[in-house]
Each structure stands twice: as structure tokens, then as C-alpha cells.
């Protein structure tokens, strides 16, 4: 007897979706369209020859181990090197609080495992990333979201309002948020873990910009400000791994070295570490040995941190590429947020124009971007239509002018033709 496949799925399948983002980039690989979509580094500044020579010593010293089946926590030279990496951060902590994921992308679907039953509720900023909402929506997840504004989650009236749905976790992204660019004040930061101690109610601290600022002072990580971390990580403290906490840190290796490594990493309290490796076993048993080995090889010595500043540099000029380019072609009702870091600014069109609607044109016109509604939990309800994600660090810097100034015209257009709809008709005079 033949049944059809839809009958055969499970129940949480109904709430997951493909990713825009993955679709779209799918356009991105037509030769002459100009991308501000994906999140994609700069191509130029992967250290290819450094990862050639890295995995030439690797297989020449340790071949047969980087081959081999490991261990699920991970390598442990580089939990190692991600222990020391964090401390110049104020992160203080051990091997033992460190899980080696497959991308950051896999640990948000570990915590998902881990801490979720169907209607559970997480508060996210509104817009967020959506990676993590296509994660914990298999998990049968709900969401309360709160604004952010230029200093990142407003913790107002709203945010209290959205603490009443009891949330299982709430999920920040404190520094040049994906998808808008902002980034979470100083001030705000101490509220937050105030709050988040005081409710008992943990972060989830997504951090994979982090290393990318191009302007300012480094602003200390939501773990590191964690009292009950920094009671049992204080210096001449026990020297153990940490038991408690309220924050969960994930950081990844994607913006700083390469994506297609698919290397990340989470430190939390020993406890949770536990429980994600249980959940990782089943999934993918562990992060390919070989990747981890050659990353490892490649970053130690110092190299990673030299790197580091090319990226900033080429990224920089991106940015203000692009901000400079908006600031000549964009009409006046358009308004754009000016990141210190990270790869992404976020645009606000006027109310009436709907994004996904101005994709096609500019697609027309050999441009893409993302439209903002996907980064929108509750995107069925209208909210952030008119907004929209550009993407500064993969497209060449002409490329960028160009591409800004074509949507420019799109965007001049658009606005002309909805100002002459609004115009009232003359009455005609008998
Ligand atoms: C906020 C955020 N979290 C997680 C990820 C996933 O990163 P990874 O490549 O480490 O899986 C991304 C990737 O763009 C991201 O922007």
C-alpha cells in the first residue's frame, strides 16, 4: 500500500521552513548579480596558504589521529586554545566548559535539544537571527521578541511585558547584531544579567562577530558580567570548571577563518556541557577531527590575531563604502543603522513600501538582498516588511557603489510612483 510522504512526517515539520537566506544565495551564484544577501566573508582574505601548509603538517605529524574517529567535547589543544583565546575577553574559564560544535548554527540546535519541549517560549531581540529561529522552531518553539534600537534590546516597559510569557531562555546577540548591525550597550548589559539573575531566566549569548570591531572599545561579553561565574572563575579562585551561571557563550571560527571548516564552539557551566554532549552524540557523534587539527594548527602561534586585522581592515572599508554609497543614492525616507563591526546593516523603507516586493526589482536590476520579515519571529503579523538585511563584507568595494546606486534608483522610482498614486486627481469642472 502506498502512502504519500506528507502523511509520514512528523508533527514538527509543520513549523520549518527552508531558508530564505540559502535560497537566495542559490541567486547569488548567477555571475553578474551584485549580492548584498548572504553572510558570507570576504573570499580574498581566507589564509589559504596557511591552511595548506597547516594540513600538510597535519597529516605529515598526526595523520592517522586527524583521520581517526575523537572525542565529542573536542580536540583538546583546541579547547585549549579557545580557553586562552576567551580570557583576553574576561571569559575565564576551562577545558572542561568548552564543547567544540559543528558551527555555531550547531550548538544553537544542541541547546534546542537540550532545553526545549514543544510550546516552550523564548524571548528574542525583534529582528533576530534566523538561523536560530529555523533551529529551535523543530523543537516545536514559541517566541516573545523586544525591539532592539542603536544600543541594542530596549529593555523597557516592553521587555518586562515580554518576561511575563515566562520564557525558557532569552537569546542576545550583543554585538553587531545579525541582522541589524547594533550593538548592546555597556548599561544595558549590566541590566540584563541583572535581570536574567534575578529571574532566574538564562542567556544565550550568540557572539560570532565579536572579534569583528571596527570602531570603539571591546565591551566585555554577558558571561564574563554573570555573577555566580565570576564568584567561581575569580582570579585565585578553586582553578576548576565552572558550575553555574545563567549565561550559555557560543562563539565559532566562521567570520575569523573560514566557514566551510564548520567549526564552533560553546562554553557554559560543566553541567550543560554534559548534556549537550549526550545530545551531540546523536547527531553527528563528534566535529571532524581533521578540521578542528588543521584550524588548530593554522591559529596557534599568534596567526589568527594577525589575521584578525586584515579582516577588520578590508571589512572597514566595506562598510563605509557602502554607508557613503547610501548616504549619495538613497531617497530621503530610507534610513539605514551605521555598525562598528560585524558584516551586516539593517535599512528601513517607508511604511507602505514592502521589501520582498522591492527584491524583485532589484533583482531585475541585478541586486539582491534580504528581506527583513525573516528575521521576524512573528513575521505572519506584518512586522518588518518594509525592512531589510544588507550583507557589506562579501561584495568588492566597486561592486558595492555599484550595486547601492542601482538600488538607489530603484528606491527614487518606487517612491515617484507611490507619490504620484497619492496625489488626489483634479476635479473636473463642469
Ligand atoms: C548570529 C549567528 N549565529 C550563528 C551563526 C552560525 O555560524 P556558524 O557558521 O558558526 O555555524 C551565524 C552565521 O551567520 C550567525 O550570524
Redesign the pocket.
Known amino acids: 500500500m502506498t502512502c504519500p510522504w506528507t502523511r509520514r512526517y512528523a508533527q514538527r515539520m509543520q513549523g520549518m521552513s527552508g531558508s530564505i537566506i540559502r535560497e537566495l544565495l542559490k541567486l547569488t551564484e548567477q555571475p553578474d548579480i551584485i549580492s548584498f544577501a548572504g ?1 558570507l566573508p570576504a573570499p580574498e582574505v581566507f589564509p589559504v596558504a596557511q591552511f595548506e601548509a597547516a594540513t600538510q603538517r597535519v597529516l605529515a605529524n598526526h595523520g592517522a589521529q586527524a583521520l581517526q574517529y575523537s572525542t565529542t567535547e573536542g580536540y583538546r589543544p583546541l579547547r585549549e586554545y579557545i580557553v586562552q583565546k576567551m580570557s583576553r575577553y574576561g571569559i575565564q574559564t576551562r577545558p572542561e566548559n568548552v564543547l567544540i ?8 540546535d544542541l541547546i534546542g535539544k537540550v532545553m526545549l519541549d514543544p510550546g516552550d517560549v523564548i524571548l528574542t531581540e525583534q529582528p533576530t ?1 534566523m ?2 529561529l529555523q533551529a529551535w522552531r523543530a523543537y516545536q518553539a514559541d517566541y516573545v521578541t523586544v525591539p532592539v534600537d542603536d544600543d541594542g534590546i530596549c529593555l523597557d516597559e516592553r521587555f518586562i511585558e515580554a518576561l511575563r510569557a515566562g520564557p525558557k531562555f532569552m537569546y542576545i ?1 550583543p554585538n553587531f ?2 541582522p541589524a548591525g547594533v550593538t548592546l550597550s555597556l548599561e544595558r548589559r549590566r541590566k540584563l544579567v541583572q535581570i536574567a539573575d534575578h529571574y532566574g531566566i538564562p542567556i544565550i549569548e ?4 565579536g572579534d569583528l570591531r571596527y570602531e570603539g572599545e571591546h565591551l566585555p561579553p554577558l558571561i564574563a558580567m554573570d555573577a555566580d561565574f565570576q564568584e567561581e572563575t575569580r582570579p585565585n579562585g578553586n582553578g576548576r570548571s565552572f558550575t553555574r551561571g545563567d549565561v550559555i557563550y ?1 562563539g ?4 575569523t577563518l573560514a ?1 566551510g571548516l ?3 564552539w560553546m562554553v557554559a557551566p560543566e553541567e550543560v556541557i554534559k548534556r549537550c554532549v549526550m545530545a551531540k552524540q546523536g547527531m553527528d557523534l563528534h566535529t571532524s577531527t581533521f578540521s578542528q587539527m588543521v584550524a588548530y594548527e593554522v591559529a596557534r602561534d599568534g596567526f589568527l590575531d594577525e589575521h584578525k586585522l586584515l579582516i577588520r581592515q578590508v571589512y572597514r572599508e566595506r562598510r563605509d563604502v557602502m554607508l557613503a554609497a547610501m548616504e549619495e543614492h538613497f531617497p530621503l525616507g530610507v534610513y539605514w543603522t551605521r555598525p562598528s563591526g560585524g ?1 551586516f546593516l539593517w535599512v528601513t523603507l517607508p511604511d507602505w513600501m514592502d521589501a520582498a516586493e522591492l527584491l524583485k526589482t532589484a533583482i531585475e536590476n541585478k541586486v539582491a538582498f534580504v528581506p527583513g520579515a525573516a528575521f521576524h519571529p512573528n513575521a505572519s503579523e506584518g512586522v518588518g516588511h518594509n525592512t531589510a538585511r544588507f550583507n557589506f563584507s562579501n561584495a568588492q568595494p566597486a561592486q558595492i557603489e555599484e550595486g547601492i546606486r542601482r538600488l538607489g534608483q530603484v528606491l527614487t522610482r518606487a517612491m515617484a510612483e507611490h507619490h504620484e498614486d497619492q496625489i488626489e486627481p483634479e476635479p473636473v469642472l463642469a
Open positions: 553572510g560544535t559543528s558551527g555555531a548554527q550547531q550548538a544553537l537571527y538561523g536560530a546577540l547584531q545579525n550568540d557572539d560570532p562577530y557560543l565559532t571560527f566562521s567570520k566557514p564548520r567549526l564552533g558584516l
